[in-house]
DNA sequence: TACTGATATTTAGTATTACTGACTACTAGT
DNA sequence: ACTAGTAGTCAGTAATACTAAATATCAGTA
């Protein structure tokens, strides 16, 4: 599926919590779960906008740990504040993709 | 549903096209069916946008018509171009929301 | 007549966000 | 030494929705 990075803005940060909400991850190992989930255009710097994005907010903790496979990697984990960011974001979601759902099914 | 604007991110633009395919209408119009639709937030001025790269992009053909309940309306109708635009459009969106909604099942 | 509100379009500027492309750095294997 | 895979960072760009204001038309009303 190409040229669909318009339509991920604002859902990519949302996949990237949750991701991370199923247990600690570092953003090299993000990029390859989006990856394999399907979109297979996301590259590390985008993912490594978003996990900065999400320091920034204080919705993840950190912790640097040593890798044998190359540079230390910097694991993340969800905190309390992006436990509920997370679930307003599948709040959003649910609500956006019903109503589009509802549009594309002419039922309006 | 409040701050879902980033969400909106190249979905609106589907929406705008979807509800033009109907049959032949106005920016005006447009917006408050989007907000009919639950997207109460959206103004005017977002709905121009859109409408206007329609026109600079060939996927509407456009007609003036005068109102009597004000000022004359800029009518848009879909061409090929546009109702394949929709298509694709539709089918991006497919995909999106079912790689998303797997995500969200934890199916993966 | 002047005013208000609904209708209708346009536009300049801003914020957010994903991508591009390059750079640095560590390790293992050849 | 060289290469490939792993891992992180960052400056710059493009796309897109919103903000906010301006302009214009018409109907109803005080």
Redesign the pocket.
């Given at each position: 599926m190409e040229n669909?990075?318009?339509m991920?803005?604002?859902?990519?940060?949302?996949c990237v919590l949750e991701i991370i909400s199923r247990g600690e991850t570092?953003?090299?190992?993000?990029?390859?779960q989006l990856r394999e989930l399907g979109?297979t255009?996301?590259?590390?710097?985008?993912?490594?906008?978003?996990?900065?994005?999400l320091e920034k907010n204080n919705l993840v903790d950190i912790e640097?740990k040593?890798?044998?496979?190359?540079?230390?990697?910097?694991?993340y984990t969800l905190n309390a504040a992006g436990q509920e960011h997370l679930e307003v974001f599948w709040k959003k979601w649910d609500f956006i993709s019903s109503k589009i759902n509802e549009l594309k099914d002419k039922k309006n």
């Amino acid at each position: 599926m190409e040229n669909i990075t318009e339509m991920l803005k604002g859902v990519l940060e949302g996949c990237v919590l949750e991701i991370i909400s199923r247990g600690e991850t570092y953003g090299y190992e993000i990029t390859h779960q989006l990856r394999e989930l399907g979109f297979t255009d996301v590259v590390e710097g985008t993912v490594y906008t978003i996990t900065m994005r999400l320091e920034k907010n204080n919705l993840v903790d950190i912790e640097k740990k040593p890798s044998t496979m190359g540079p230390p990697r910097k694991f993340y984990t969800l905190n309390a504040a992006g436990q509920e960011h997370l679930e307003v974001f599948w709040k959003k979601w649910d609500f956006i993709s019903s109503k589009i759902n509802e549009l594309k099914d002419k039922k309006n």
